[in-house]
């Protein structure tokens, strides 16, 4: 059984850090991608980021580039989103899944079939 568990999620200022984490489990880890979605409340859930666990190529979307970065521990099957400079628009519930169809486009949620449940972040301004 596919496992995904997101943690690490809290309340910041705008400008700090947060660093989330993802345990898989279930699944062979280098067979696959895990990607970082995160939904606001009334909004459509968004690709953040996403690695392909098979060679770390790592994809970011426009909003977040240069601010997060997605890495991974094969050994202890763990992703990590590093985010930096938050604004008080990345606020949100984040949430990491694996699996499915990512490689067509890792930014739409119907393309992963594992879903984690999801972490809360707030940035106040």
């Known amino acids: 059984e596919v496992q995904l568990q997101a943690s690490g999620g809290g309340s910041v200022q705008a400008g700090g850090s947060l660093r989330l984490s993802c345990a898989a489990s279930?699944?062979?880890?280098?067979?696959?991608?895990i990607g970082w979605f995160r939904q606001a409340p009334g909004k459509e859930r968004e690709g953040v980021s996403c690695i392909d666990l098979s060679d770390e190529t790592t994809y970011y979307a426009g909003s977040v580039k240069g601010r997060f970065t997605i890495s991974s521990d094969n050994a202890r099957k763990m992703v990590y989103l590093q985010m930096d400079r938050l604004k008080p628009e990345d606020t949100a519930v984040y949430f990491c899944?694996?699996?499915?169809?990512?490689?067509?486009?890792?930014?739409?949620?119907?393309?992963?079939?594992?879903w984690g449940q999801g972490t809360q972040v707030t940035v106040s301004s």
């Open positions: 279930g699944f062979t880890f280098r067979d696959s991608a």
């Open positions: 899944a694996a699996d499915g169809k990512w490689s067509v486009d890792y930014s739409v949620a119907s393309n992963y079939d594992n």
